[in-house]
């Protein structure tokens, strides 16, 4: 059996082993005492109790336990106790070289991973120190989400740049002004219109949302503004249109910037004296809705040169806000996976998964173009045709691309992470040290001393 120094950090992980053979919770309390703290227990109530009373985030259980000790019965019943208690624990299970089927069930009844006897120790640290790692950057992502303050519904951040955009939504939200939201095709513009919407005295009004680059150009005008009984072939009844619809909500525009220049005069118009008039129709018919607009292109140089008017502009302009790419916000990228993964897998009834490092490091260093929308198209295909319970770079279409290629040493890749987390703190908490510290569960003067270490600069200092 090998000797390796344990992590200080894992060296306090409480490690649940349940087993009834005296001579094998010796061995195992023996061999695994110098990375965990072990608790043994060899029999259901013994289990539940130390569950109820620490909570270990680690379990090894064995299937075999009295009263059915050549079966599985007792321990995939023990597991399901667990799990219903302590979803978030993950539990390794033991099983024999001819039990593969029981131990293929505890894994689709939500253990984590399976070994077989007799125990390859070396194995099953391996096994203990991955699932600690999943565990702990679950718990990170746990902390960080409920640490951000203020993030609106549906919005997955804990980056400084994003947080900055949240606040700016908390104070337009209630004053009733035109908002032009712009940013790279991906990044959320509509979620952003949303969280406008629902923090605003309109939210029990409907929210219209209307994308001016999917309409044909022939079509946008009755869309927007409904039409009268008879106002071209086909017409057979009056039709309001998405500006109506809204009434007394938001209107939301995407992609202005596509909005041809004849309808742009109508639009303009209608910010103007708040009253629309329908297709084929003389009447003007008064409409108070909340204005949101949103583009991916340059509307400001759109104005100079020509193709979008000036004085529109300036109407849907009164705030402007301003979404970053993915890539800019720094430390979301593995936040967001992790969470959409999780969302998918029950939406899609598969799973639990969880990702493998080439995945992690694929997704850290892909550019993602496509920014957020991308990522959920690929972690919905990736979630839907994975062969197993771990994603991989393959299955996210990331195998070989540039993401992939720079794979970074397991000691590399923990200071990264340690400065990823440190970061998302600091963002979470305002720079907060005595907060940061709270949210990555060590003392304020190992936050100082890992500032130091890694060279992170806090504002103000």
Known sequence: MSERPAEPARRHAALLVVEDDPGLQRQMKWALADSFQVQIA?????????MARDAPRLVVLDLGLPPDPNGASEGLSILESVLAEHPNTKVIVASGNEDRNNALKAISLGAYDFFAKPVDVDQLRLILERAWHVSSLEEENRRLSQAVKGTLSGMITASGVMAGVIRTIERVATADVSVLILGESGTGKEL?????HDQSPRAAKPFVAVNCAAIPEN?????????????????????????????????????????????????????QNRAIQRLGGQDEVPVDVRFVSASNRNIEQMTKDGSFREDLYFRINEV???????????????????TLLRRYAETYRRGPF?????????????????????????????????????????D??????????????????????????????????????????KILGVSRPTLYNLLTVYGIKVDGE
């Not at 952003?192 to 406008?196: E, K, L, P, S």
């Not at 009434?247 to 309808?263: A, C, H, N, V």
């Not at 301003?322 to 967001?336: N, Q, S, T």
């Not at 957020?372 to 197993?388: Q, T």
């Open 354 to 394: 969880e990702f493998a490092p080439d995945a992690i490091a694929a997704i850290s260093g892909y550019a993602w173009p496509g920014n957020v929308r991308e990522l959920e198209n690929r972690l919905k295909r990736a979630v839907v045709l994975a062969a197993g319970a771990v994603i991989t770079a393959e």
């Open 192 to 196: 952003v219109a949303r969280g406008i």
């Open 320 to 338: 402007a806000i301003k979404v970053p790419a993915l890539k800019d916000r720094e430390g979301d990228v593995i936040l967001i996976a992790t």
């Open 396 to 437: 996210l279409g990331l195998a070989g691309s540039a993401a992939g290629d720079g794979l970074m040493t397991l000691k590399k890749a923990r200071q990264k992470a340690e400065i990823d987390a440190i970061k998302r703190a600091l963002a979470a908490s305002a720079n907060n040290q005595t907060q940061a510290a």
């Open 219 to 271: 079509l946008l005008e009755s869309e927007l503004f409904g039409y009268e009984k008879g106002a071209f072939t086909g017409a057979v009844k009056q039709t309001i249109g998405k500006v109506e619809q809204a009434r007394g909500g938001t209107l939301f525009l995407d992609e202005i910037g596509d909005m041809p220049l004849s309808l742009q005069a109508k639009m303009l118009r209608f910010l």
């Open 42 to 50: 060899h029999d259901r109530n013994g289990a539940l109790a130390v």
